[in-house]
Nanobody
């Protein structure tokens, strides 16, 4: 399994960024895909997820500002982020797991899951 993130960078508060992740090494269309970020003192936390049927999930902190989407023809998942806040600053990781993953639970992936190297998002003026 390989997951490669791109699209991170420096943006001012209120700005926008779109993260992308290209996946390989597994049957992409049958897996759930998600984005997690690193929280100091906590570790990784789920930010958003999308199941194989297109059902989406968002953390309360990003609901209404982030939009996750997937393109099964290209084995890609995207995270569109608008109205970014300083507290969104973090390393964002693309992750995959079987469709039974519960994004509402603390971050964890099964033996069938994986995550990428991460991409830095910095929100600062």
């Amino acid at each position: 399994v390989e997951l490669e993130e791109s699209g991170g960078g420096l943006v001012q508060p209120g700005g926008s960024l779109t993260l992308s992740c290209v996946a390989s090494g597994f049957t992409f269309s049958t897996y759930a895909m998600g984005w997690a970020r690193r929280v100091p003192g906590v570790g990784l936390e789920w930010v958003s997820g999308i199941y194989s049927d297109g059902t989406t999930w968002y953390a309360d902190s990003v609901e209404g500002r982030f939009t996750i989407s997937r393109d099964n023809s290209k084995n890609m998942v995207h995270l569109q982020m608008i109205d970014l806040k300083s507290e969104d600053t973090s390393v964002y990781y693309c992750a995959t797991d079987v469709d039974s993953v519960d994004f509402g639970e603390p971050f964890a992936v099964s033996g069938y899951g994986s995550w990428g190297q991460g991409t830095q998002v910095t929100v600062s003026s």
